[in-house]
């Protein structure tokens, strides 16, 4: 209502980023989200909506509330082109003005340049996110003027899941970034006879990370690789989302 009424003049952009992060305590998810409809139907003819989310809850929110007919276009980051990923590469590097250096220490050619960025593009399987990752990961400071990649290995993940080890990854992934305390509101007793240890283990191992506040979430680094492992077994619907 703040921005119907302070913008009567003007088409504003209202960016939702994280939608799975919108919810309290007091307020859950579902609830915001039927608010969200509403005000979409009410007010998208003056004002512009993007909603970021991950396909995960994308595919849960679109059988319960029909997500999908709320938006007039989808931005699908799961797959991009190989140029398209260059560019982002390309602009990210620029971003910080340092000369990218060959495996010789010279600088690289844009012929090499494209190279790595293919190079990353296959192991990101078009994922821009992923691609994004990769390269900064494989990023390393040579001076305060030059920076060389070394790029990573590949492995692939391990089928390690179980239905328990599933259940508690999928509640993980739809909260985006949770903690104990709301695990064990989710789950009931079941998670301090059960859960809890599984956690404790997927911690040790690294799929999970604890931030300094507390908050858990998925290695980002292995975040899509969980994801599509869980996809894989039908633990998680992405459905059209995807694709």
Not at 51 to 62: R, T
Not at 164 to 172: N, R
Not at 220 to 226: I, K, L, P
Request: hydrophobic share 45%; glycine share 4%.
């Amino acid at each position: 209502e703040f921005i119907r009424k302070n913008t009567l003049n003007q088409r504003p952009l209202v960016w939702l980023d994280d939608l799975e992060l919108w919810w309290s305590p007091s307020i859950p998810l579902n609830q915001n989200v039927r608010v969200l409809r509403r005000y979409i139907d009410a007010y998208s003819s003056n004002i512009f909506f993007l909603v970021s989310l991950s396909n995960g809850l994308a595919g849960y929110l679109q059988q319960l509330h029909n997500v999908g007919s709320l938006f007039q276009a989808e931005l699908n980051m799961d797959f991009m082109s190989a140029d398209s990923v260059r560019e982002a590469i390309l602009i990210r590097h620029g971003a910080t003005h340092k000369a990218l250096l060959n495996e010789q220490f010279q600088e690289a050619s844009p012929q090499q340049f494209n190279r790595l960025a293919a190079r990353v593009h296959r192991a990101a399987e078009g994922n821009i996110g992923e691609a994004l990752l990769h390269w900064a990961l494989s990023i390393h400071k040579n001076d305060d003027d030059s920076a060389f990649i070394h790029p990573l290995p590949e492995y692939a993940l391990p089928d390690f899941l179980n239905p328990d080890t599933a259940v508690l990854l999928c509640a993980i992934i739809m909260q985006k970034r949770t903690n104990e305390y709301h695990l064990r509101k989710l789950m009931g007793p079941p998670f301090s006879e059960k859960y809890v240890n599984i956690l404790r283990r997927l911690l040790s191992v690294g799929l999970l990370s604890r931030h300094p506040n507390g908050w858990l979430e998925v290695n980002e680094v292995a975040a899509n690789a969980v994801g599509a492992l869980l996809e894989s077994k039908d633990y998680i619907k992405y459905g059209p989302w995807k694709h």
